[in-house]
């Protein structure tokens, strides 16, 4: 009897949080709650939240959160550096005294900064550091895409060509990671959210 409660009680759980979470990815949620603050954070002045603008701004999330959870695979979250960066930016904020320590606000504030960085330090690694140092496999980006730039010199264009060839490797390293991890995003719970 005991063990049925148990199991009847964890499926609750579970089904409640997954309804409190607008996507999961390797089964860590995306808190509704968070996904909200920083949607309303990121599109200040928009009263309506239509399930278009918020679906399209999810998937957006999506592979930012991808990207974290692959920075983290990677251990970036673990290096010295990085740690001293978010204490500091911690400290800082305390000192202000803006937001209330215990307050949602102040933990949507710090997870959002440590994920920003983390984000950040592994795209330097994945994308825009590999367009700046490999000039050989830019050079090989421009000539198999040459008929995209008018017949101009690699040299001329060279600042394009390397947005271009970020932007290509950044889809590229999107799609693997949305094969490599799991995604559910529950459309119930986005849709509730707009009636916010």
């Known amino acids: 009897m005991r063990k049925a409660c148990l199991v009847l009680f964890l499926t609750v759980s579970g089904s409640l949080l997954y309804a409190q979470s607008v996507a999961t990815i390797n089964g860590n949620p995306i808190s509704s709650n968070e996904f909200l603050w920083v949607y309303k954070k990121n599109h200040v002045g928009e009263t309506n939240l239509n399930y278009k603008d918020l679906a399209a701004y999810l998937n957006l999330y999506v592979n930012f959160k991808l990207k974290?959870?692959?920075?983290?695979?990677?251990?970036?979250?673990?290096?010295?550096?990085?740690?001293?960066?978010i204490a500091g930016y911690e400290d800082a904020?305390?000192?202000?005294?803006?937001?209330?320590?215990?307050?949602?606000?102040?933990?949507?504030?710090?997870?959002?900064?440590?994920?920003g960085v983390l984000m950040f330090n592994v795209c330097e690694?994945?994308?825009?550091?590999?367009?700046?140092?490999?000039?050989?496999?830019?050079?090989?980006?421009?000539?198999?895409?040459?008929?995209?730039y008018d017949g101009k010199q690699f040299e001329e264009i060279r600042?394009?060509?390397?947005?271009?060839?970020?932007?290509?490797l950044e889809t590229d390293w999107i799609n693997s990671l949305r094969s490599k991890y799991k995604i559910k995003i529950n459309q119930a719970e986005?849709?509730?959210?707009?009636?916010?």
Request: hydrophobic share 30%; charged share 40%.
């Open 68 to 85: 974290v959870a692959e920075a983290k695979s990677l251990g970036l979250d673990a290096e010295e550096e990085y740690k001293k960066e």
């Open 93 to 115: 904020l305390k000192s202000q005294k803006k937001v209330a320590l215990d307050s949602p606000e102040y933990a949507y504030i710090m997870n959002e900064y440590r994920e």
């Open 125 to 148: 690694q994945k994308i825009w550091g590999k367009a700046q140092e490999d000039d050989d496999k830019l050079k090989t980006y421009f000539a198999s895409n040459e008929k995209k």
């Open 159 to 168: 600042g394009q060509v390397v947005g271009d060839y970020q932007q290509q």
């Open 190 to 196: 986005l849709k509730k959210l707009t009636k916010q």
